[in-house]
């Protein structure tokens, strides 16, 4: 087959889906392209939906995607979901009931929010969310409307960034944090409490330690929450930021290794099956991709980071089209940024696998420095603190597998550095992993049943 | 007499022209020990690893560490502190405009010295323009009288006379004595205008460095002294090259000239492509290593004096499909021409929005214009490097 020609089907109209697209095209793809997208925005970029949305720098209908390419000649099927994926009538099925059929598919659904549990509290008037830009205009025009307090829900970098633009807008913010410090999700808990004492400065009502046991509401609005330690706190808005839930619900029976985790694949984004086989027709990117990663111990990790997106689209965008042998592997060190409290934070690799950190540079307390993050004595991750200049060397020493804790002989040093445990939560236990059942006769020609549903309901 | 080294060819006058096949020779090898100790690394992949190495110090080069030494020859945490206070003048987040605004009167003034060319049948790009334009522009931002250049035109040669000596062979001592006296000379000029700039303070950046309060505290005067020779300095001496280097570039492809002529938004994609192809700055010479250091396959010693020579790195085979070739449509956007790491080009954002100006008027206003020499004679610098002139005749000036 010239895989010049056909129809591909990408599904997910973010980041991902709009960089595969031109991807495609840039490498010579003339069949016809179909790009699927939920919401009905065209392509837009998220990260500032936390930050310069909220500050009311950016409007939000300026976060449109840039075109590094004309698109004129593809078919947008926006503010329709796809429902199903059919691999042996090789279909796309979307929610209104029609049917796109496809030669390669590419799946880039990414995630959606995590929405507050209780649903008749996440009904209340006042609470909502960042990831998606029609919630984030509506947190942005209650920010400019002066609020007497924010409550953010959740300490990773989408809820700590939510703290620092009240913070900027002198709107007074309450932080609730189920675990030890801010961010300790993805940068452990030693990073983690500076970025703690660093909210805590700049006004934050911090709570960590802590969960909300129920948002009070008052005549249909929000009027605060109730704390685990018994503790109230009035607010008039919410903020969650949970985490993501990873769509892909709608590949439930398409034989895929899809499941709440992400879907499987390898490192060249091909999606597997369920049976852990590789498909030939099926590839994944960004948000919602589940891949080995060399770099550490062949793990399958899932990165939620703009340059993944960007870096896994293209390659599966390229995978899409070559020959078996032209395939390229997604190998990139890792990297994500975020801004918050006038700090730029910036990591490359993998700081969460790691079981010791070392401040090799700066100064927390100035919070100007720059971490390394070692796994059994290898250097597996950095972080910067107001650093981002030295991130390269780090970037080289991991994919290089160097030593930790880093050398770096009389250079700058941060005083008394020495490696502390790096104090990750641990990982939550998968309370709902499939259950499989193989059946047939011929141990040459088995399947693979599902029994109980994956965890997705 | 010894056999010169490929550095100290490179660095010979008649060079000058083209130094890029004496670079070539060395990109065989990446990392090359000389024989006083000094290493010189010639390899783009093997220079942008070195800077972004913190093992790699710009302190305690060939003048010795010093307490009051700029930031260019400073380390962290020091040197982040130093030009965090210098950029809260200059940029973002502080003065986030501050060159944008500038932009109608550096127009100004590039119109004001081309018009001033009506009428001359033969033009000097130099001296009629890429050296004066780029001077009033730093002066007016650092807050130095534009009259006094004539006394900092001399310190500043004399200075980086010794910035290029200690690479050739034979005595230099007169040199380095010279450019020790201008420091002084210039240290001392600074040290009256800060005086006065702290009792009178205007919208420059010596001004605010004299009255800052900001969360770093104030910088002490003496460093104050070392930022403003640095950044009059840098501030012209590159940037004039940089202008220079461009129009020689363009003269040389008429065709890019043409198109320039026609496609003002031509002048961004073509300057990244003059600050690889000729870039001000051949070669970063004050870094020191601080550890014993591994780099394409040699082990650079803790205590060895580094060079890295970026010009070359610009032009590396490896990095860049035909790199000799001045191609402004090239993908490969990226070059070294304004550092990298912690020390890039401080003034990045005012050199390209000068150089912009400056090549797109000159492209626009300049009759018909042809090179009376080439190579035309170049400056002494091997490592500021540029022409001393810039011959150009023209049929005249068209209006602005």
């Known amino acids: 087959m010239d895989k010049a020609r056909g129809r591909i089907v990408i599904v997910g109209a973010g980041l991902a889906g709009l960089r595969a697209a031109e991807t495609l095209r840039d490498e ?44 004129d000649d593809v078919h947008w099927e926006l503010g329709v979901p796809a429902k199903h994926l059919d691999r042996d009538a090789n279909v796309v099925r979307l929610a209104d009931g029609r049917e796109l059929p496809y030669d390669r598919v590419l799946i880039a ?27 984030a205009r509506e947190v942005r025009e209650r920010l400019a409307a002066k609020p007497k307090r924010v409550l953010v829900v959740g300490g990773g970098f989408t809820g700590s960034e939510v703290a620092s633009v009240c913070c900027m807008l002198d709107v007074d913010v309450t932080l609730v944090e189920r675990g030890p410090s801010p961010l300790s999700g993805a940068l452990g808990g030693m990073v983690g409490s500076v970025a703690a004492e660093m909210q805590r400065g700049e006004g934050v009502d911090l709570r960590c330690g802590v969960s909300i046991d129920a948002l009070l509401g008052d005549n249909g609005s929000l009027s605060g929450a109730r704390l685990s330690d018994g503790s109230e706190v009035e607010a008039d808005l919410a903020v969650v930021a949970l985490g993501g839930i990873r769509n892909t619900e709608w590949l439930h029976d398409s034989g ?30 960004g948000d919602v991709a589940v891949f080995p990663h060399v770099l550490y111990a062949y793990d399958r990790i899932t990165l939620e980071h703009w340059k993944h997106a960007v870096v896994s689209a293209q390659i599966a965008a390229h995978n899409m089209l070559c ?61 910067t603190f107001n650093g981002a200049r030295w991130l390269e060397h780090y970037e080289r020493l991991i994919a290089s597998t160097a030593p930790f ?21 641990a990982p939550h236990p998968m309370t709902n992993q499939p259950t499989v059942l193989i059946t047939g006769h011929s141990p040459t020609d088995l399947h693979v049943q599902r029994t109980v549903d994956g965890g997705n309901r | 007499m010894t056999e010169l080294t490929l550095l100290q060819q490179a660095f010979e006058q008649e060079s000058r022209p083209n130094p890029y ?30 800077l972004h190495d913190p093992r790699i110090s710009s302190a305690g080069g060939p003048m010795g560490k010093s307490a009051n030494a700029p930031f260019i020859n400073a380390d962290p945490p020091e040197h982040d502190r130093l030009r965090r206070l210098a950029t809260s003048h200059f940029g973002p987040p502080h003065r986030p405009n501050l060159v944008a605004e500038l932009e109608p009167w550096l127009q100004e003034t590039v119109d004001g010295l081309i018009d001033k060319l009506d009428g001359k049948g033969e033009i000097d790009i130099v001296d009629d323009f890429a050296y004066p334009f780029p001077v009033s522009a730093i002066c007016r931002i650092l807050g130095v ?41 210039l240290a001392e000029y600074l040290g009256g205008l800060a005086e006065a700039h702290r009792k009178d303070p205007g919208d420059d950046i010596i001004s605010g460095l004299v009255t800052d309060s900001g969360p770093d505290g104030r910088m002490d005067e003496k460093d104050v002294v070392a930022t403003g020779r640095l950044l009059l300095i840098a501030g012209h001496e590159t940037t004039v ?33 003059l600050l690889r192809f000729e870039p001000p700055v051949q070669v970063v010479p004050n870094r020191v290593a601080l550890a014993d250091i591994e780099l394409g396959g040699t082990t650079i010693p803790k205590g060895s004096h580094v060079v890295l020579a970026v010009a070359s790195a610009n032009r590396d085979e490896r990095r860049y499909t035909d790199p000799d070739r001045f191609d402004p449509d090239r993908p490969e956007r990226e070059h070294l021409g304004l550092g990298g790491g912690v020390h890039y080009c401080f003034g990045a954002p005012l050199a390209r929005l000068e150089v912009q100006l400056a090549l797109r008027t000159l492209a626009r206003r300049l009759d018909n214009p042809r090179l009376l020499e080439d190579p035309p004679p170049y400056r002494p610098s091997p490592i500021l490097r540029g022409p001393r002139h810039l011959r150009v005749q023209v049929d005249g000036i068209l209006p602005a």
């Open chain 2, 241 to 273: 090259n940089l202008m220079t280097n461009g129009m020689l570039t363009l003269l040389r492809h008429p065709e890019q000239l043409e198109r320039l002529r026609n496609e003002p938004g031509y002048a961004i994609p073509m300057i990244e492509e």
């Open chain 1, 405 to 425: 804790p880093p050398d770096l002989g009389e250079a700058e040093q941060a005083t008394g550095a020495t490696p502390v445990p790096a104090d990750f939560p």
């Open chain 2, 145 to 185: 009288p534009r009259e006094d250049e004539p006394k900092f035109h001399t310190w500043s040669e004399n200075m980086i006379e010794a910035l290029g000596a200690r690479f050739s062979p034979g005595d230099h001592s007169d040199v380095f004595q010279r450019a020790m006296q201008a420091a002084n000379d």
């Open chain 2, 21 to 50: 096949p004496i670079f070539a020779e060395m990109r065989k090898t990446p990392v090359a020990a000389q024989p006083d100790g000094t290493y010189v690394v010639s390899t783009y992949d093997e220079i942008v690893t070195l």
């Open chain 1, 28 to 71: 010579g793809f003339t069949g016809s392209l179909t790009v699927v997208g939920e919401e009905w925005h065209q392509p837009y970029d998220r990260p500032p939906l936390s930050k310069q949305v909220l500050t009311g720098f950016a409007a939000p209908d300026h976060t449109a995607l840039p075109r590094l390419r004309p698109l």
């Open chain 1, 323 to 383: 020959a078996e042998r032209e395939r390229r592997p997604h190998v990139g060190v890792p990297s994500f940024w975020s801004i918050q409290f006038g700090v730029n934070i910036k990591s490359v690799g993998v700081p969460s696998v790691a079981d010791h950190v070392v401040v090799a540079q700066g100064s927390t307390e100035q919070r100007r420095f720059a971490a390394a993050y070692g796994r059994q004595g290898q250097l597996v991750g950095a972080a």
């Open chain 1, 109 to 135: 659904t990414g995630v959606r929010t995590r929405p507050w549990p209780n649903e008749e509290e996440a009904a209340l008037d006042g609470v909502l969310s960042v990831h998606a830009i029609d919630d």
């Open chain 1, 256 to 285: 895929l290794a899809a499941g709440p985790l992400g879907v499987g694949c390898d490192a060249g984004m091909r999606a597997g099956t369920m049976s852990a086989m590789a498909t030939d027709d099926v590839f994944v990117a």
